[in-house]
Protein backbone atom coordinates (compact mmCIF):
# COMPACT_ATOMS: atom_id res chain seq x y z
CA UNK A 1 0.00 0.00 0.00
CA UNK A 2 1.38 3.09 -1.10
CA UNK A 3 2.73 4.69 1.77
CA UNK A 4 1.53 8.44 2.15
CA UNK A 5 2.79 10.05 4.85
CA UNK A 6 6.37 12.38 4.34
CA UNK A 7 8.48 9.65 3.33
CA UNK A 8 12.10 10.47 3.34
CA UNK A 9 14.16 9.82 0.17
CA UNK A 10 15.79 6.58 0.54
CA UNK A 11 18.57 7.06 2.83
CA UNK A 12 18.74 10.66 2.08
CA UNK A 13 21.28 11.41 -0.45
CA UNK A 14 24.04 9.33 -0.43
CA UNK A 15 27.33 10.26 1.26
CA UNK A 16 29.79 10.99 -2.05
CA UNK A 17 32.66 8.84 -2.28
CA UNK A 18 35.16 8.77 -0.21
CA UNK A 19 38.47 10.58 -1.37
CA UNK A 20 41.66 8.60 0.16
CA UNK A 21 44.81 9.81 -1.16
CA UNK A 22 44.73 13.60 -0.46
CA UNK A 23 43.86 13.74 3.23
CA UNK A 24 47.55 14.48 4.40
CA UNK A 25 50.95 15.79 2.10
CA UNK A 26 53.30 14.37 4.47
CA UNK A 27 53.77 11.14 6.56
CA UNK A 28 53.72 11.39 9.57
CA UNK A 29 55.44 8.71 12.19
CA UNK A 30 53.64 7.05 14.62
CA UNK A 31 54.70 6.21 18.13
CA UNK A 32 54.74 2.88 19.23
CA UNK A 33 52.43 1.10 16.67
CA UNK A 34 52.94 -2.38 16.67
CA UNK A 35 51.10 -5.61 15.31
CA UNK A 36 48.31 -5.54 17.96
CA UNK A 37 47.01 -2.11 17.46
CA UNK A 38 46.82 -2.74 13.81
CA UNK A 39 44.75 -4.32 11.02
CA UNK A 40 45.86 -5.75 8.17
CA UNK A 41 43.27 -5.85 5.10
CA UNK A 42 43.24 -9.43 4.26
CA UNK A 43 43.29 -10.40 8.04
CA UNK A 44 40.16 -12.19 9.70
CA UNK A 45 38.75 -9.00 11.79
CA UNK A 46 39.20 -7.18 8.64
CA UNK A 47 36.57 -9.71 6.99
CA UNK A 48 34.42 -9.31 10.40
CA UNK A 49 34.41 -5.23 9.68
CA UNK A 50 33.26 -5.85 5.84
CA UNK A 51 30.29 -8.80 7.33
CA UNK A 52 29.17 -6.05 9.55
CA UNK A 53 28.90 -3.22 7.32
CA UNK A 54 27.75 -4.92 4.21
CA UNK A 55 24.57 -3.75 2.61
CA UNK A 56 21.74 -5.80 4.60
CA UNK A 57 19.76 -8.04 1.64
CA UNK A 58 17.59 -10.11 3.88
CA UNK A 59 14.61 -7.62 4.68
CA UNK A 60 12.71 -7.54 1.33
CA UNK A 61 13.20 -11.78 0.55
CA UNK A 62 9.16 -11.33 0.52
CA UNK A 63 9.80 -9.73 -3.37
CA UNK A 64 13.33 -11.36 -4.38
CA UNK A 65 13.59 -14.15 -2.46
CA UNK A 66 17.55 -13.42 -1.87
CA UNK A 67 19.03 -12.62 1.10
CA UNK A 68 22.41 -11.05 -0.84
CA UNK A 69 21.14 -8.35 -2.47
CA UNK A 70 17.74 -5.57 -1.65
CA UNK A 71 15.89 -3.78 -4.55
CA UNK A 72 16.10 -0.42 -4.36
CA UNK A 73 12.82 1.65 -3.70
CA UNK A 74 10.39 2.95 -5.04
CA UNK A 75 9.43 0.19 -7.60
CA UNK A 76 6.09 -1.59 -8.43
CA UNK A 77 4.70 -5.09 -7.76
CA UNK A 78 1.59 -7.00 -8.07
CA UNK A 79 0.56 -8.75 -5.19
CA UNK A 80 -2.35 -11.25 -6.08
CA UNK A 81 -3.32 -8.76 -8.92
CA UNK A 82 -3.06 -5.78 -6.48
CA UNK A 83 -0.99 -3.18 -8.05
CA UNK A 84 1.23 -1.68 -5.36
CA UNK A 85 4.35 0.85 -5.21
CA UNK A 86 6.75 0.67 -2.42
CA UNK A 87 8.36 3.35 -1.31
CA UNK A 88 9.94 2.22 2.06
CA UNK A 89 10.65 -1.13 4.09
CA UNK A 90 7.44 -0.35 5.84
CA UNK A 91 5.27 -0.92 2.74
CA UNK A 92 6.60 -4.37 2.42
CA UNK A 93 3.87 -5.13 5.16
CA UNK A 94 1.22 -4.74 2.63
CA UNK A 95 2.75 -7.79 0.30
CA UNK A 96 2.35 -9.98 3.86
CA UNK A 97 -0.98 -8.08 4.66
CA UNK A 98 -2.50 -9.90 1.03
CA UNK A 99 -0.69 -12.89 1.37
CA UNK A 100 -1.99 -13.93 4.75
CA UNK A 101 -5.70 -12.85 3.74
CA UNK A 102 -6.46 -16.22 2.92
CA UNK A 103 -4.22 -19.01 3.97
CA UNK A 104 -3.03 -21.90 1.84
CA UNK A 105 -3.52 -19.99 -1.25
CA UNK A 106 -1.43 -19.63 -4.32
CA UNK A 107 0.48 -16.24 -3.93
CA UNK A 108 1.58 -14.40 -6.85
CA UNK A 109 4.14 -11.69 -6.92
CA UNK A 110 5.13 -9.76 -9.79
CA UNK A 111 7.60 -7.40 -9.85
CA UNK A 112 7.38 -4.49 -12.54
CA UNK A 113 10.99 -4.08 -14.79
CA UNK A 114 13.30 -2.64 -14.79
CA UNK A 115 14.28 -2.29 -11.49
CA UNK A 116 17.95 -1.52 -9.75
CA UNK A 117 19.25 -3.80 -6.56
CA UNK A 118 22.47 -3.28 -4.24
CA UNK A 119 24.32 -6.19 -3.55
CA UNK A 120 26.59 -6.89 -0.25
CA UNK A 121 29.12 -4.35 -1.33
CA UNK A 122 26.61 -1.28 -2.01
CA UNK A 123 27.69 -1.90 -6.06
CA UNK A 124 24.19 -1.49 -7.83
CA UNK A 125 23.01 -3.02 -10.83
CA UNK A 126 19.84 -2.76 -12.86
CA UNK A 127 17.83 -5.54 -13.94
CA UNK A 128 16.08 -5.78 -16.86
CA UNK A 129 13.42 -8.66 -16.95
CA UNK A 130 13.17 -12.19 -14.41
CA UNK A 131 15.32 -14.26 -15.74
CA UNK A 132 18.44 -11.56 -14.72
CA UNK A 133 16.95 -11.36 -11.21
CA UNK A 134 16.47 -15.51 -10.92
CA UNK A 135 19.95 -15.44 -12.07
CA UNK A 136 21.49 -13.27 -9.33
CA UNK A 137 19.40 -14.89 -6.90
CA UNK A 138 21.24 -18.13 -7.46
CA UNK A 139 24.33 -16.81 -5.77
CA UNK A 140 22.01 -16.27 -2.67
CA UNK A 141 21.14 -19.82 -0.43
CA UNK A 142 18.40 -20.25 1.46
CA UNK A 143 19.24 -20.13 5.14
CA UNK A 144 22.11 -17.09 4.94
CA UNK A 145 24.38 -17.05 1.63
CA UNK A 146 24.74 -13.33 1.93
CA UNK A 147 27.49 -12.27 4.02
CA UNK A 148 26.32 -9.24 6.25
CA UNK A 149 26.65 -9.55 10.06
CA UNK A 150 23.20 -8.38 11.29
CA UNK A 151 22.98 -8.51 14.95
CA UNK A 152 25.47 -5.98 15.59
CA UNK A 153 26.62 -2.20 14.07
CA UNK A 154 28.97 0.52 14.22
CA UNK A 155 27.90 3.97 15.27
CA UNK A 156 29.63 6.92 13.41
CA UNK A 157 31.50 8.23 12.89
CA UNK A 158 34.94 5.95 13.35
CA UNK A 159 38.16 7.22 12.44
CA UNK A 160 40.77 5.20 10.54
CA UNK A 161 44.46 5.09 9.76
CA UNK A 162 46.58 3.90 6.96
CA UNK A 163 50.32 2.82 7.56
CA UNK A 164 53.29 2.27 5.12
CA UNK A 165 55.40 -0.83 5.47
CA UNK A 166 57.43 1.05 8.31
CA UNK A 167 54.22 1.97 10.22
CA UNK A 168 54.17 5.49 9.16
CA UNK A 169 50.97 7.03 9.16
CA UNK A 170 50.03 7.76 5.59
CA UNK A 171 46.35 8.80 5.57
CA UNK A 172 43.31 9.47 7.98
CA UNK A 173 39.58 8.59 7.21
CA UNK A 174 36.49 9.58 8.92
CA UNK A 175 34.11 7.60 8.03
CA UNK A 176 30.56 8.56 8.40
CA UNK A 177 28.41 5.04 7.28
CA UNK A 178 28.44 1.53 6.62
CA UNK A 179 28.44 1.85 2.70
CA UNK A 180 31.82 4.19 3.42
CA UNK A 181 33.50 1.68 5.75
CA UNK A 182 32.65 -1.51 3.37
CA UNK A 183 33.89 0.18 0.04
CA UNK A 184 37.49 1.85 2.22
CA UNK A 185 38.18 -2.30 2.70
CA UNK A 186 37.39 -3.08 -0.40
CA UNK A 187 39.48 -0.85 -1.64
CA UNK A 188 42.75 -1.77 0.17
CA UNK A 189 45.49 -3.98 -0.95
CA UNK A 190 45.52 -7.49 0.78
CA UNK A 191 48.99 -6.40 2.47
CA UNK A 192 47.84 -2.98 3.37
CA UNK A 193 47.93 -2.02 6.87
CA UNK A 194 44.92 0.10 8.70
CA UNK A 195 43.99 1.06 12.13
CA UNK A 196 41.30 2.23 14.08
CA UNK A 197 41.21 5.61 16.97
CA UNK A 198 39.48 3.64 20.08
CA UNK A 199 37.11 3.59 21.54
CA UNK A 200 34.61 2.96 19.57
CA UNK A 201 30.83 2.20 20.16
CA UNK A 202 29.04 -0.89 18.99
CA UNK A 203 25.05 -1.49 18.72
CA UNK A 204 23.61 -5.00 19.23
CA UNK A 205 20.23 -6.03 17.74
CA UNK A 206 18.65 -5.64 21.32
CA UNK A 207 19.32 -1.76 21.17
CA UNK A 208 22.72 -2.43 24.32
CA UNK A 209 25.82 -0.24 23.14
CA UNK A 210 28.96 -1.62 23.99
CA UNK A 211 32.18 0.04 24.10
CA UNK A 212 35.41 -1.62 22.78
CA UNK A 213 38.69 -0.07 23.18
CA UNK A 214 41.32 -2.83 20.97
CA UNK A 215 41.25 -4.94 17.80
CA UNK A 216 41.17 -7.72 20.36
CA UNK A 217 38.14 -6.66 21.79
CA UNK A 218 36.19 -5.50 17.83
CA UNK A 219 37.60 -9.26 17.04
CA UNK A 220 35.47 -10.86 19.67
CA UNK A 221 32.45 -8.52 19.70
CA UNK A 222 31.80 -9.47 15.81
CA UNK A 223 32.92 -12.96 16.03
CA UNK A 224 30.27 -13.45 19.14
CA UNK A 225 27.69 -11.12 17.03
CA UNK A 226 27.64 -13.41 13.83
CA UNK A 227 25.20 -16.22 15.66
CA UNK A 228 23.86 -13.61 18.11
CA UNK A 229 20.30 -13.38 16.57
CA UNK A 230 18.22 -14.94 13.98
CA UNK A 231 18.92 -12.39 10.86
CA UNK A 232 16.16 -14.07 9.32
CA UNK A 233 18.26 -14.98 5.87
CA UNK A 234 15.33 -17.37 4.38
CA UNK A 235 12.18 -15.98 2.81
CA UNK A 236 9.41 -15.94 5.43
CA UNK A 237 9.36 -12.50 5.92
CA UNK A 238 8.99 -10.64 8.90
CA UNK A 239 10.64 -13.37 11.01
CA UNK A 240 7.95 -16.25 11.33
CA UNK A 241 11.09 -18.71 12.85
CA UNK A 242 11.06 -18.80 16.72
CA UNK A 243 12.10 -21.16 19.33
CA UNK A 244 10.06 -22.83 21.49
CA UNK A 245 11.61 -20.88 24.17
CA UNK A 246 10.69 -17.91 22.71
CA UNK A 247 6.98 -19.20 22.27
CA UNK A 248 6.47 -20.23 25.83
CA UNK A 249 7.68 -17.21 26.91
CA UNK A 250 5.14 -15.11 24.97
CA UNK A 251 2.29 -16.54 25.51
CA UNK A 252 2.27 -16.48 29.37
CA UNK A 253 3.47 -12.81 29.40
CA UNK A 254 -0.24 -11.43 29.36
CA UNK A 255 -3.87 -12.45 28.15
CA UNK A 256 -4.96 -12.92 24.91
CA UNK A 257 -7.72 -11.81 23.16
CA UNK A 258 -9.28 -13.94 20.03
CA UNK A 259 -10.07 -11.85 17.10
CA UNK A 260 -10.67 -14.41 14.81
CA UNK A 261 -11.68 -18.28 14.33
CA UNK A 262 -12.65 -20.15 11.78
CA UNK A 263 -12.92 -24.13 12.19
CA UNK A 264 -13.39 -26.82 9.08
CA UNK A 265 -13.64 -23.65 6.76
CA UNK A 266 -16.40 -22.31 9.19
CA UNK A 267 -16.22 -18.31 10.36
CA UNK A 268 -16.53 -18.83 14.20
CA UNK A 269 -15.03 -15.17 15.06
CA UNK A 270 -18.80 -13.70 16.15
CA UNK A 271 -19.01 -16.93 18.63
CA UNK A 272 -15.57 -16.58 20.23
CA UNK A 273 -14.87 -12.84 19.50
CA UNK A 274 -12.56 -11.30 22.42
CA UNK A 275 -13.00 -14.21 24.43
CA UNK A 276 -9.40 -13.69 26.69
CA UNK A 277 -7.29 -16.60 27.02
CA UNK A 278 -4.36 -16.97 29.68
CA UNK A 279 -1.44 -18.96 29.52
CA UNK A 280 -0.32 -19.88 32.80
CA UNK A 281 3.41 -21.69 32.99
CA UNK A 282 1.94 -24.54 34.87
CA UNK A 283 0.26 -26.16 31.48
CA UNK A 284 -3.29 -25.14 32.43
CA UNK A 285 -5.57 -22.29 30.46
CA UNK A 286 -8.08 -20.27 31.42
CA UNK A 287 -10.87 -18.62 28.87
CA UNK A 288 -13.09 -15.89 30.13
CA UNK A 289 -15.89 -15.52 27.74
CA UNK A 290 -17.47 -12.26 27.24
CA UNK A 291 -20.56 -12.05 30.09
CA UNK A 292 -17.31 -13.33 32.68
CA UNK A 293 -17.95 -16.97 32.90
CA UNK A 294 -14.34 -18.97 33.09
CA UNK A 295 -13.35 -22.24 30.94
CA UNK A 296 -10.56 -23.88 31.74
CA UNK A 297 -7.84 -26.59 29.78
CA UNK A 298 -4.73 -27.43 29.37
CA UNK A 299 -1.98 -26.23 26.55
CA UNK A 300 1.71 -27.62 25.70
CA UNK A 301 4.01 -26.80 22.93
CA UNK A 302 6.52 -29.13 20.74
CA UNK A 303 8.82 -28.20 18.04
CA UNK A 304 8.47 -30.58 14.88
CA UNK A 305 10.13 -30.31 11.33
CA UNK A 306 7.01 -28.25 10.37
CA UNK A 307 7.41 -25.76 12.88
CA UNK A 308 6.22 -24.56 16.51
CA UNK A 309 3.07 -26.66 17.79
CA UNK A 310 0.51 -25.59 20.03
CA UNK A 311 -1.83 -28.56 21.85
CA UNK A 312 -4.94 -26.99 23.23
CA UNK A 313 -7.27 -29.06 24.88
CA UNK A 314 -10.57 -28.06 27.07
CA UNK A 315 -14.19 -29.91 28.21
CA UNK A 316 -16.27 -26.83 27.08
CA UNK A 317 -14.30 -25.19 24.04
CA UNK A 318 -14.06 -28.21 21.59
CA UNK A 319 -14.00 -26.02 18.78
CA UNK A 320 -10.31 -25.03 20.06
CA UNK A 321 -9.15 -28.41 20.89
CA UNK A 322 -6.70 -29.32 18.08
CA UNK A 323 -2.57 -28.91 17.42
CA UNK A 324 -2.00 -25.87 16.20
CA UNK A 325 0.81 -24.67 14.00
CA UNK A 326 1.95 -21.61 14.96
CA UNK A 327 2.62 -20.06 11.72
CA UNK A 328 2.76 -16.17 12.71
CA UNK A 329 4.30 -14.75 15.58
CA UNK A 330 4.69 -10.92 15.07
CA UNK A 331 4.60 -7.70 17.53
CA UNK A 332 1.52 -8.46 19.79
CA UNK A 333 -0.13 -10.74 17.37
CA UNK A 334 -0.19 -14.62 17.06
CA UNK A 335 -1.80 -17.06 14.55
CA UNK A 336 -2.56 -20.49 14.60
CA UNK A 337 -3.07 -22.88 11.55
CA UNK A 338 -4.39 -26.36 11.15
CA UNK A 339 -5.44 -28.03 7.88
CA UNK A 340 -9.13 -28.09 6.65
CA UNK A 341 -9.58 -24.36 6.64
CA UNK A 342 -8.95 -24.13 10.62
CA UNK A 343 -7.49 -20.66 11.68
CA UNK A 344 -7.03 -18.53 15.27
CA UNK A 345 -6.17 -15.25 15.39
CA UNK A 346 -4.89 -14.15 19.28
CA UNK A 347 -4.01 -10.28 20.12
CA UNK A 348 -2.22 -9.43 22.75
CA UNK A 349 -3.62 -7.79 25.74
CA UNK A 350 -1.54 -6.61 28.10
CA UNK A 351 -3.98 -4.11 29.10
CA UNK A 352 -6.54 -5.83 30.70
CA UNK A 353 -6.87 -8.39 33.66
CA UNK A 354 -9.55 -11.29 33.23
CA UNK A 355 -12.96 -10.95 35.21
CA UNK A 356 -11.93 -7.26 36.73
CA UNK A 357 -14.41 -4.88 36.17
CA UNK A 358 -13.63 -1.19 34.79
CA UNK A 359 -12.98 2.12 36.72
CA UNK A 360 -15.28 4.20 36.38
CA UNK A 361 -13.21 6.90 37.38
CA UNK A 362 -10.97 5.93 34.23
CA UNK A 363 -13.72 5.52 31.72
CA UNK A 364 -15.09 9.19 33.09
CA UNK A 365 -11.71 10.68 32.34
CA UNK A 366 -11.45 9.04 29.10
CA UNK A 367 -14.76 9.92 27.91
CA UNK A 368 -14.43 13.53 28.57
CA UNK A 369 -10.95 14.01 27.04
CA UNK A 370 -11.74 13.75 23.33
CA UNK A 371 -15.01 13.16 20.90
CA UNK A 372 -16.11 9.82 20.34
CA UNK A 373 -17.30 8.58 16.68
CA UNK A 374 -19.75 5.23 16.17
CA UNK A 375 -18.37 3.09 14.58
CA UNK A 376 -21.18 0.66 15.25
CA UNK A 377 -24.57 1.07 16.90
CA UNK A 378 -26.85 -1.98 17.42
CA UNK A 379 -30.79 -2.19 18.09
CA UNK A 380 -32.44 -5.50 18.87
CA UNK A 381 -29.86 -7.12 16.65
CA UNK A 382 -30.73 -4.65 13.59
CA UNK A 383 -27.59 -2.26 12.69
CA UNK A 384 -28.56 1.31 12.73
CA UNK A 385 -26.47 2.64 9.71
CA UNK A 386 -27.45 6.07 9.50
CA UNK A 387 -25.56 6.82 12.84
CA UNK A 388 -22.47 5.89 11.64
CA UNK A 389 -19.60 8.07 12.10
CA UNK A 390 -21.58 10.32 13.94
CA UNK A 391 -19.36 11.96 16.74
CA UNK A 392 -20.42 12.25 20.37
CA UNK A 393 -18.85 14.72 22.81
CA UNK A 394 -19.17 13.84 26.20
CA UNK A 395 -18.92 17.40 28.51
CA UNK A 396 -19.16 18.04 32.17
CA UNK A 397 -22.11 18.66 34.40
CA UNK A 398 -23.77 15.05 32.37
CA UNK A 399 -23.96 16.83 29.07
CA UNK A 400 -23.38 15.07 25.75
CA UNK A 401 -23.88 15.50 22.38
CA UNK A 402 -24.31 13.74 18.98
CA UNK A 403 -23.55 15.28 15.66
CA UNK A 404 -22.68 14.57 11.81
CA UNK A 405 -21.11 17.78 11.48
CA UNK A 406 -24.49 19.70 10.41
CA UNK A 407 -27.41 18.44 12.63
CA UNK A 408 -26.42 18.24 16.65
CA UNK A 409 -28.52 16.76 18.94
CA UNK A 410 -28.43 17.32 22.81
CA UNK A 411 -28.94 14.90 25.54
CA UNK A 412 -27.53 13.77 29.21
CA UNK A 413 -24.73 11.31 30.01
CA UNK A 414 -23.83 9.32 33.30
CA UNK A 415 -21.96 6.39 34.77
CA UNK A 416 -23.03 4.02 36.99
CA UNK A 417 -23.75 0.03 37.48
CA UNK A 418 -26.98 -1.05 35.76
CA UNK A 419 -29.16 -3.69 38.00
CA UNK A 420 -26.32 -6.43 37.39
CA UNK A 421 -24.26 -4.12 39.09
CA UNK A 422 -21.98 -3.97 35.85
CA UNK A 423 -20.11 -0.38 35.04
CA UNK A 424 -22.50 1.05 32.57
CA UNK A 425 -23.29 4.30 30.36
CA UNK A 426 -25.79 5.66 30.83
CA UNK A 427 -26.56 7.85 27.71
CA UNK A 428 -30.33 9.52 27.07
CA UNK A 429 -30.95 12.03 24.02
CA UNK A 430 -34.48 12.23 23.65
CA UNK A 431 -34.91 12.93 19.82
CA UNK A 432 -32.19 9.86 19.19
CA UNK A 433 -33.63 6.58 20.56
CA UNK A 434 -31.08 4.88 18.93
CA UNK A 435 -28.20 5.34 21.42
CA UNK A 436 -30.70 6.42 24.27
CA UNK A 437 -29.42 3.16 26.42
CA UNK A 438 -28.38 1.73 29.48
CA UNK A 439 -24.71 0.28 28.20
CA UNK A 440 -22.72 -2.17 29.96
CA UNK A 441 -18.74 -1.64 29.33
CA UNK A 442 -17.48 -4.72 27.67
CA UNK A 443 -14.41 -3.40 26.46
CA UNK A 444 -12.26 -0.63 27.86
CA UNK A 445 -8.81 1.25 25.79
CA UNK A 446 -7.65 5.11 25.73
CA UNK A 447 -9.08 4.09 22.00
CA UNK A 448 -11.64 2.36 22.09
CA UNK A 449 -14.94 1.39 24.18
CA UNK A 450 -17.30 -1.28 23.30
CA UNK A 451 -20.77 -1.69 25.23
CA UNK A 452 -23.28 -4.80 25.04
CA UNK A 453 -26.08 -6.82 25.82
CA UNK A 454 -25.93 -9.64 23.56
CA UNK A 455 -29.00 -11.56 25.32
CA UNK A 456 -31.04 -8.37 23.27
CA UNK A 457 -28.81 -7.37 20.64
CA UNK A 458 -27.79 -4.09 22.02
CA UNK A 459 -23.68 -3.14 20.94
CA UNK A 460 -22.62 0.53 20.78
CA UNK A 461 -18.43 0.84 19.72
CA UNK A 462 -16.58 4.02 20.12
CA UNK A 463 -13.44 5.20 18.76
CA UNK A 464 -11.63 8.30 20.78
CA UNK A 465 -10.56 11.13 18.05
CA UNK A 466 -8.58 13.61 19.63
CA UNK A 467 -8.27 17.36 17.53
CA UNK A 468 -9.89 15.51 14.39
CA UNK A 469 -6.30 13.52 14.13
CA UNK A 470 -4.59 16.48 13.00
CA UNK A 471 -1.34 14.61 14.98
CA UNK A 472 -2.27 11.71 12.45
CA UNK A 473 0.06 12.13 9.35
CA UNK A 474 -1.75 9.87 7.12
CA UNK A 475 -5.18 11.10 8.36
CA UNK A 476 -4.23 14.18 7.19
CA UNK A 477 -2.51 13.65 3.71
CA UNK A 478 -5.61 11.33 2.35
CA UNK A 479 -7.80 13.77 3.95
CA UNK A 480 -6.41 16.76 2.00
CA UNK A 481 -6.04 14.43 -1.01
CA UNK A 482 -10.06 13.83 -0.88
CA UNK A 483 -11.03 17.87 -0.77
CA UNK A 484 -8.88 17.48 -4.10
CA UNK A 485 -12.03 16.12 -6.03
CA UNK A 486 -14.24 16.02 -7.61
CA UNK A 487 -14.82 11.90 -7.58
CA UNK A 488 -15.97 9.37 -9.64
CA UNK A 489 -17.08 6.13 -8.61
CA UNK A 490 -14.02 3.88 -10.98
CA UNK A 491 -15.57 0.10 -9.66
CA UNK A 492 -18.17 -1.00 -6.99
CA UNK A 493 -18.79 -4.62 -6.61
CA UNK A 494 -20.12 -7.32 -4.32
CA UNK A 495 -18.32 -9.96 -4.99
CA UNK A 496 -18.71 -11.10 -8.40
CA UNK A 497 -21.41 -8.92 -9.33
CA UNK A 498 -19.85 -5.28 -10.88
CA UNK A 499 -22.43 -2.48 -9.96
CA UNK A 500 -20.10 0.48 -11.00
CA UNK A 501 -22.81 1.57 -13.50
CA UNK A 502 -25.50 2.67 -10.82
CA UNK A 503 -22.76 5.73 -10.07
CA UNK A 504 -22.34 6.82 -13.77
CA UNK A 505 -22.60 10.64 -13.96
CA UNK A 506 -22.02 11.07 -10.30
CA UNK A 507 -19.78 13.44 -9.19
CA UNK A 508 -18.71 13.01 -5.46
CA UNK A 509 -17.17 16.34 -4.03
CA UNK A 510 -16.09 15.57 -0.18
CA UNK A 511 -15.83 18.78 2.05
CA UNK A 512 -14.40 19.96 5.41
CA UNK A 513 -16.77 19.31 8.05
CA UNK A 514 -16.83 15.65 7.13
CA UNK A 515 -19.67 16.82 4.55
CA UNK A 516 -19.70 14.90 1.05
CA UNK A 517 -22.41 16.17 -2.00
CA UNK A 518 -23.29 14.05 -4.50
CA UNK A 519 -23.64 16.17 -8.08
CA UNK A 520 -25.05 14.83 -11.39
CA UNK A 521 -25.37 17.65 -14.22
CA UNK A 522 -23.86 19.95 -11.51
CA UNK A 523 -26.88 19.87 -9.43
CA UNK A 524 -26.29 18.55 -5.92
CA UNK A 525 -28.38 15.53 -5.67
CA UNK A 526 -27.61 13.93 -2.04
CA UNK A 527 -25.43 14.62 0.70
CA UNK A 528 -23.13 12.60 3.11
CA UNK A 529 -20.89 12.08 6.12
CA UNK A 530 -17.70 11.01 5.48
CA UNK A 531 -14.69 10.33 8.21
CA UNK A 532 -11.31 9.02 7.94
CA UNK A 533 -10.62 7.21 11.46
CA UNK A 534 -7.28 4.95 12.63
CA UNK A 535 -8.81 2.04 14.70
CA UNK A 536 -6.52 0.54 16.73
CA UNK A 537 -8.39 -3.15 16.02
CA UNK A 538 -8.21 -2.73 12.12
CA UNK A 539 -6.27 0.02 11.26
CA UNK A 540 -7.06 2.97 8.74
CA UNK A 541 -10.90 3.17 8.26
CA UNK A 542 -12.92 5.54 5.72
CA UNK A 543 -16.45 5.97 6.94
CA UNK A 544 -19.22 6.95 4.38
CA UNK A 545 -23.19 7.19 5.61
CA UNK A 546 -25.70 8.20 3.02
CA UNK A 547 -28.52 8.34 5.33
CA UNK A 548 -30.73 7.37 2.57
CA UNK A 549 -32.14 3.85 0.44
CA UNK A 550 -30.63 2.73 -3.02
CA UNK A 551 -27.40 2.87 -4.77
CA UNK A 552 -25.66 5.37 -2.27
CA UNK A 553 -27.43 3.50 0.78
CA UNK A 554 -24.92 0.85 -0.90
CA UNK A 555 -21.93 2.75 0.19
CA UNK A 556 -23.10 3.49 3.78
CA UNK A 557 -19.83 1.14 5.29
CA UNK A 558 -16.90 1.83 7.61
CA UNK A 559 -14.62 0.98 4.37
CA UNK A 560 -10.91 -0.43 5.32
CA UNK A 561 -8.61 1.56 2.97
CA UNK A 562 -6.73 -0.67 0.79
CA UNK A 563 -4.65 2.02 -1.08
CA UNK A 564 -4.47 5.43 -1.83
CA UNK A 565 -2.73 7.74 -4.37
CA UNK A 566 -3.35 11.39 -5.54
CA UNK A 567 -5.97 10.06 -7.87
CA UNK A 568 -7.23 6.86 -7.13
CA UNK A 569 -8.42 5.45 -3.46
CA UNK A 570 -9.22 1.67 -3.19
CA UNK A 571 -11.43 0.52 -0.56
CA UNK A 572 -12.43 -3.07 0.67
CA UNK A 573 -15.06 -4.57 3.39
CA UNK A 574 -16.18 -8.44 4.03
CA UNK A 575 -20.18 -8.33 4.77
CA UNK A 576 -21.38 -10.59 7.39
CA UNK A 577 -21.78 -13.01 5.04
CA UNK A 578 -18.27 -12.52 3.71
CA UNK A 579 -18.82 -11.39 0.57
CA UNK A 580 -16.39 -8.85 -0.38
CA UNK A 581 -17.18 -5.70 -1.24
CA UNK A 582 -14.69 -3.12 -3.33
CA UNK A 583 -15.26 0.70 -4.21
CA UNK A 584 -12.64 2.74 -6.35
CA UNK A 585 -12.83 6.25 -6.33
CA UNK A 586 -10.67 7.94 -9.21
CA UNK A 587 -10.56 11.88 -10.02
CA UNK A 588 -12.03 12.09 -13.51
Given at each position: ?237 NDDDFTKERLDAYLVECPWEVREMYRENVNQTDQYLEYLMVFKEDGSVTVNDRIGNTLNGTWSTRATDAGILVA ?207 SELGNVTAEGLWRLLRDSEEGLKFYINFDTAGSLGELTEDWKINMVESNRIELKNESGDGTLETLVFEKP
Amino acid sequence: MKKLINNLMYAGLILAALNFTSCQNEFEEVGGADDQETIQANSSVAKLIKETSSHDGSYDNIVDGASCFAVQFPYTVEVNGIEITLDSREDLHAIEEIFDEVDGDDDILDIFFPITITLADFTEIVIENKEQLLAKAEDCFEGGGDDDIECIDFVYPITLFTFDANFQQSNQVQVESDEQMRKFFAELEDNAIVSIEFPITLKKYDGTEIVVENNASLDMALSYAKDECDEDDDNDYNDDDFTKERLDAYLVECPWEVREMYRENVNQTDQYLEYLMVFKEDGSVTVNDRIGNTLNGTWSTRATDAGILVALDFDVLVDFNLEWVVYELDEHIIKFYNDNGNKIILKQRCDVTPGEEPNPNILREILGECEWIIKKVKNQGEEIDRLLGYEFKFMAEGVVTLSNGINTSEGTWEIGLNSELVLSLMINIGDEPGVSFEWPVRDLTDTRLKFEVEEIGYELILLRVCDDSADDGDITEIRNIMMGGPWNVALYSEGEVDMTSEFNDMDFNFTTMHQVEVSELGNVTAEGLWRLLRDSEEGLKFYINFDTAGSLGELTEDWKINMVESNRIELKNESGDGTLETLVFEKP
